[in-house]
């Protein structure tokens, strides 16, 4: 079962660089300009609850 450890390790890496390359080929770009800033992210409501994490009234 040793001997198969780097046939398998490389078929992985080529498969996944294969992903890669056809995701990239195939994907639409991202527009990261109308994208939401990574803090900004979530719901939009303010969290409720009797701890710290809750806003001020």
Known sequence: MA???KPRILLFWLAL???F???WQH???VNLRLESAI???GSGQAP????C?????
């Not at 409720?48 to 701890?51: D, I, P, Q, T």
């Not at 994490?53 to 009234?57: D, L, P, R």
């Open 3 to 5: 001997h198969l450890k």
């Open 17 to 19: 660089g294969a992903f």
């Open 21 to 23: 390359i056809w995701d």
């Open 27 to 29: 994907a639409a770009p």
């Open 39 to 41: 803090f900004a992210l």
């Open 48 to 51: 409720s609850g009797g701890h």
């Open 53 to 57: 994490a809750s806003f001020g009234k």
